[in-house]
């Protein structure tokens, strides 16, 4: 009747004896202060009765006996200080019901005996303090019923007893410290229901023997310290359950018998005392970055990993492990970052790899690596970074890499790599950084190149090279940015670049440099720095600018060219 009505201010004395409903009445009237009374004895329905009447901060009590549902009934009365003395004996569904009630601070003998789902009733009410003076029977769904109350602190005894999902039902209440024994013996879902409880320390020691859902369950609680032996027989997923727990300590030795997912389960666990025990993991599939970021992490039992398909990131950031746990990878298909990061890892530990695929980063930035053993590589398809920044790495066994496609950054920055392996790049495509800073590295294998069509920096920065080898293909190359960038000792080049559009960089800071035997230009867009500072340079080819489009200072630097040069140049650039 009034919804939307903006400038609406006060409302008089009203009587609808017969009206049976009063949803959205009032909706979105900003600048409502004042109700007199409402008669309304016949109503059943105040859905959104109040909605978003930001200006009110009291309700006119009416008899409410009848009323059956009200959700969104005060769901954004952002100035409402106080509940209604209102009957909600025979409401059964108030979902929403004082929601953004921003200024409300306290619930006040709030008896709701039939309402099955209460969902979200004081969700972001950030002023609300303590859950005392509600009373529930009936309810099944708890679902982010307090969720963002900001300044909550306290959860007092409710009666939970046919409650059976919690989803976020604390979630955000960043001041939470005390939460009363609550019974949970019927509960399945858990899914964080202390999400982002910053300042919970501890917690009860729940009734958990029906859940099988522990997702984000404790995720970001960055002051729990501990955590009671929670019955987790029935648990089926404890995905990001303590992720981020930065104070947590030891952990209990769950019954983790029937998990099969563990993804980011204690991702960020990074106290000095945080350590785990050998949890069943007969059946867990997923492993994915469960300990992602544990700092402090020394040690991991050897699991039951037979089920386990996917280990991608699972030791990520784990500066202090020492030692690679030897688990059964028989059924895995990704390793890829596994130990990325790991600093204080020396030796690798063999893995079972005949059916993994993606090995991508498995040991990025390991810079204390020294020996890798050799995996079984038939089946993997990416391996991109596995050995990038593995700056003690001097040597590696010859793998099968038949099916790989991006060799990109594989010995990136491995600035003690003395020898080259020879690797099948039959399929290769993508060269971009692979021996990118191998500072030691004195000679080039022929490899087979002629698949390749990214040469990106792929050589830069290998100082002790002084030739490239006669095989060496660069066919089918499209783009040939940086390729031996900074390769100080080379003296000479001949290389095939006829389809090369990206030449920026090619041979920048190579300054032994003093000619160049063959180079096609024909196809080049980009040839900006492309031999800029080889202060050796004499000659050159007939370079071709006909598709040039940007080559600002190609021959910068090049403080030896022959003057026959700069003419040949002089006549050429104008085309570009």
Known sequence: LFSNCIYLANVPEYSFPKATSAGYLFANCYNLKEISTLFLPNVYTMSGTFYSCSGLTKLPEWDTSKVNIMHEVCNGCSRLIEIPNWNFINVRGISNGFARCTNLTNINNMFIPQASDITQLFVGCTNLKDTAGLTIQNVGYLNRVFANCTNLTRVSLLNTDAVYSMYYTFSG???????????????????????????????????????????????????????????????????????????????????????????????????????????????????????????????????????VHTMSYMFDNCYNLK???????????????????????????????????????MFLNCNNLINVPLYDMSNVYSIESIFEGCSKLNVIPIFETNNIVSFNSVFRNC??????????????????????????????????????????????????????????????????????????????????????????????????????????????????????????????????????????????????LHNNVYNYLTNALPNA
């Open 173 to 307: 209440c960043t001041n939470l410290t005390n939460v009363a024994l609550l019974n949970t013996g019927n509960v399945k879902y858990m899914t964080g229901v202390f999400a982002d409880c910053h300042s919970l320390k501890n917690i009860p020691f729940f009734n958990t023997a029906q859940v099988i859902n522990f997702v984000s369950t404790f995720k970001n609680c960055y002051n729990l310290t501990n955590i009671p032996n929670l019955n987790m027989q029935n648990t089926t997923s404890t995905v990001e359950a303590f992720a981020n727990c930065y104070s947590l300590g030891a952990v209990p030795n769950f019954n983790t018998e029937k998990v099969h997912e563990m993804t980011s389960m204690f991702q960020g666990c990074n106290n000095h005392s945080f350590a785990v025990p050998n949890f069943n993991t007969i059946n867990v599939t997923t492993m994915h970055a469960m300990f992602k970021g544990c700092h402090n992490l020394t040690t991991v039992p050897n699991f039951d990993t037979a089920k």
């Open 415 to 560: 600035s003690n790599f003395i020898t080259i392996p020879v690797l099948n790049t039959d399929n290769a495509m993508y060269m971009d950084n692979l021996f990118r800073d191998c500072y030691k590295v004195a000679s080039l294998p022929n490899f087979n190149g002629h698949n390749v069509i990214s040469y990106n920096y792929t050589f830069s920065n290998c100082n002790l090279i002084t030739s490239i080898p006669s095989g060496f293909n660069l066919n089918n190359a499209t783009s040939t940015q940086g390729t031996f960038y900074g390769c100080k000792n080379i003296t000479s080049i001949s290389v095939s670049t006829s389809k090369a559009n990206r030449m920026d960089y090619m041979f920048s800071e190579c300054n032994k440099i003093t000619d160049i035997v063959m180079l096609n230009t024909n196809n080049m867009r980009y040839g900006s720095y492309m031999f800029a500072n080889c202060t050796a340079l004499r000659n050159i080819p007939n370079i071709s600018f006909a598709n040039a489009y940007n080559i600002e200072n190609m021959f910068l630097g090049c403080t030896s």
């Open 323 to 361: 030692t690679m746990p030897e688990f059964n990878t028989y059924s895995i298909n990704s390793m890829a970052y596994m130990f990325k990061d790991c600093h204080n890892i020396t030796n690798a530990t063999y893995f079972n790899t005949a059916n993994a695929m993606y090995m991508t980063g």
